[in-house]
């Protein structure tokens, strides 16, 4: 057991989200580790209007309420990795 | 066509004959908007398949225009028997015709020729009454004004005749025998639409005939009822300062309601205090997925969805029951006035011109689809920008 706490990763469903990569980000239930897959929750949410931002670039994800941008399955399993092995030191 | 807080519900069942690539019966239904006519027209073509469909599609186009020009009926009908190619095998010219004509006022008056007699049914029982026969030019009239819960019914001789010959009929299918089968399936459900009952009646008429149509089979059904209403609404108003009055007309409005777009989903999230709950796995992906709200029937995303449901009503693209703009249409099919309170503040964000998709404003998809469910799907419109 590497960690009690439970990362929830939320995955903005608005439109531009959508047609920038988001639409592939759903399938993140099904590449999780089974270790990780008991301690991250993958939510969805309506469009959190960080699009509002012309600086940041979608598809948008919040880990844990921390944002992510340009946020793809590789990118969030990594980040996810790096989160678990921080908790272990 | 809404009047005095009435909806005329048309539907329309056809069958060709077995054996026919197309139906020799057409049927044709325009509404009027300007004088709030509603006028239908059914016409069976001699013989089947292709000859007989271009025989009715050009009596019921000329019977349907004539009506439209309030021609009187007999020159209606010598200019349509005039016009009619004399058939090479039979000698002769001939297609029937009936014509409903449902004024504003819910005046309505029918005329039929060569089709077996239309049936008027007031709650379960059918009126007989009203209807005037001419035996001279064998041309059946009547007139009366409709009330709520009234149905007209219409059919073509494959209906009547189903099942002849048979030794539980061997005259088809009787007119008395018809009208109890109707009666009967009214009686158990008193608010059958349209559209199931003439399924209903050309079903059995399918059946009566072995699943083997012996000629096509057309059913009409015109049901006077109380109307359904639909609300969808999408994109955040262009002054904040109305976002109350979407919520208001959300919470107070009586009828299913419909969001698309999460920005839209959010404003009303706040103002009516409730909850929204994205579930990522449902629907398809080709469309973002649905959300749910308390008391909202439907939660979508916006542009693309409504983008897509526009294209379907245009095209005639069945979708499967999941995906979300599938939905909308379910709905906005099930009802019969639509109304659509539209946001019409533009999201910078999706003008970008280096997207990979093109994001239509929403103005012009709504009027896009207003104008395809008026002039194809026959539903009463309503659009409130704000």
């Given at each position: 057991?590497?960690?009690?706490?439970?990362?929830?990763?939320?995955?903005?469903?608005?439109?531009?989200?959508?047609?920038?990569?988001?639409?592939?980000?759903?399938?993140?239930?099904?590449?999780?580790?089974?270790?990780?897959?008991?301690?991250?929750?993958?939510?969805?949410?309506?469009?959190?209007?960080?699009?509002?931002?012309?600086?940041?670039?979608?598809?948008?994800?919040?880990?844990?309420?921390?944002?992510?941008?340009?946020?793809?399955?590789?990118?969030?399993?990594?980040?996810?990795?790096?989160?678990?092995?921080?908790?272990?030191? | 066509?809404?009047?005095?807080?009435?909806?005329?519900?048309?539907?329309?069942?056809?069958?060709?004959?077995?054996?026919?690539?197309?139906?020799?019966?057409?049927?044709?239904?325009?509404?009027?908007?300007?004088?709030?006519?509603?006028?239908?027209?059914?016409?069976?073509?001699?013989?089947?398949?292709?000859?007989?469909?271009?025989?009715?599609?050009?009596?019921?186009?000329?019977?349907?225009?004539?009506?439209?020009?309030?021609?009187?009926?007999?020159?209606?009908?010598?200019?349509?028997?005039?016009?009619?190619?004399?058939?090479?095998?039979?000698?002769?010219?001939?297609?029937?015709?009936?014509?409903?004509?449902?004024?504003?006022?819910?005046?309505?008056?029918?005329?039929?020729?060569?089709?077996?007699?239309?049936?008027?049914?007031?709650?379960?029982?059918?009126?007989?009454?009203?209807?005037?026969?001419?035996?001279?030019?064998?041309?059946?009239?009547?007139?009366?004004?409709?009330?709520?819960?009234?149905?007209?019914?219409?059919?073509?001789?494959?209906?009547?005749?189903?099942?002849?010959?048979?030794?539980?009929?061997?005259?088809?299918?009787?007119?008395?025998?018809?009208?109890?089968?109707?009666?009967?399936?009214?009686?158990?459900?008193?608010?059958?639409?349209?559209?199931?009952?003439?399924?209903?009646?050309?079903?059995?008429?399918?059946?009566?005939?072995?699943?083997?149509?012996?000629?096509?089979?057309?059913?009409?059904?015109?049901?006077?009822?109380?109307?359904?209403?639909?609300?969808?609404?999408?994109?955040?108003?262009?002054?904040?300062?109305?976002?109350?009055?979407?919520?208001?007309?959300?919470?107070?409005?009586?009828?299913?309601?419909?969001?698309?777009?999460?920005?839209?989903?959010?404003?009303?999230?706040?103002?009516?205090?409730?909850?929204?709950?994205?579930?990522?796995?449902?629907?398809?992906?080709?469309?973002?997925?649905?959300?749910?709200?308390?008391?909202?029937?439907?939660?979508?995303?916006?542009?693309?969805?409504?983008?897509?449901?526009?294209?379907?009503?245009?095209?005639?693209?069945?979708?499967?029951?999941?995906?979300?703009?599938g939905k909308i249409i379910k709905f906005i099919l099930a009802n019969d006035h639509i109304k659509f309170l539209i946001g019409t503040k533009i999201n910078d964000a999706h003008q970008d011109p280096t997207l990979p998709v093109e994001l239509e404003?929403?103005?012009?998809?709504?009027?896009?689809?207003?104008?395809?469910?008026?002039?194809?799907?026959?539903?009463?419109?309503?659009?409130?920008?704000?």
């Amino acid at each position: 057991m590497i960690t009690d706490k439970i990362i929830t990763v939320k995955i903005c469903t608005g439109t531009l989200c959508h047609v920038m990569g988001g639409s592939e980000l759903p399938e993140l239930a099904y590449h999780l580790s089974e270790s990780m897959k008991s301690k991250v929750e993958v939510k969805g949410m309506v469009c959190g209007q960080f699009c509002r931002d012309s600086s940041k670039k979608p598809p948008f994800v919040t880990i844990n309420d921390v944002l992510m941008e340009q946020a793809s399955i590789e990118k969030i399993i990594r980040y996810l990795e790096k989160a678990f092995c921080n908790d272990t030191k | 066509m809404i009047t005095n807080d009435y909806f005329i519900e048309i539907a329309h069942k056809n069958l060709q004959k077995a054996g026919q690539e197309v139906c020799g019966d057409v049927f044709l239904s325009k509404k009027i908007y300007e004088e709030g006519r509603t006028i239908s027209v059914l016409s069976d073509g001699l013989g089947s398949g292709i000859k007989a469909n271009v025989l009715a599609t050009l009596t019921a186009s000329m019977a349907l225009n004539f009506t439209i020009e309030h021609q009187p009926l007999e020159r209606s009908s010598k200019a349509i028997k005039s016009t009619l190619p004399i058939d090479q095998d039979r000698k002769i010219s001939y297609a029937t015709f009936s014509i409903v004509d449902i004024e504003y006022d819910n005046e309505t008056s029918i005329v039929e020729y060569g089709n077996p007699p239309f049936i008027v049914f007031r709650g379960t029982s059918p009126l007989k009454d009203i209807i005037k026969k001419d035996y001279k030019s064998d041309i059946k009239q009547c007139s009366f004004c409709a009330q709520r819960e009234d149905r007209i019914i219409l059919f073509s001789d494959g209906v009547s005749q189903s099942g002849i010959g048979r030794m539980e009929m061997p005259f088809g299918w009787e007119i008395e025998d018809i009208e109890n089968f109707i009666a009967d399936i009214i009686e158990k459900n008193p608010r059958i639409s349209a559209e199931d009952l003439a399924k209903k009646i050309v079903n059995k008429a399918h059946t009566n005939d072995s699943l083997s149509a012996q000629d096509d089979i057309s059913c009409i059904v015109i049901y006077f009822r109380k109307p359904r209403n639909l609300l969808i609404c999408s994109g955040p108003p262009y002054k904040k300062e109305k976002d109350k009055l979407i919520a208001d007309t959300i919470r107070f409005f009586d009828g299913n309601k419909i969001i698309c777009g999460g920005t839209t989903a959010q404003i009303i999230s706040r103002e009516l205090g409730l909850e929204i709950e994205t579930d990522l796995y449902a629907g398809d992906s080709q469309l973002p997925p649905l959300s749910f709200m308390k008391g909202i029937d439907l939660v979508t995303e916006g542009i693309l969805t409504i983008g897509k449901v526009a294209e379907c009503l245009e095209s005639g693209e069945i979708l499967s029951d999941k995906n979300p703009a599938g939905k909308i249409i379910k709905f906005i099919l099930a009802n019969d006035h639509i109304k659509f309170l539209i946001g019409t503040k533009i999201n910078d964000a999706h003008q970008d011109p280096t997207l990979p998709v093109e994001l239509e404003i929403r103005r012009n998809v709504i009027k896009k689809i207003a104008y395809i469910l008026k002039e194809k799907y026959l539903k009463e419109v309503e659009i409130q920008f704000i």
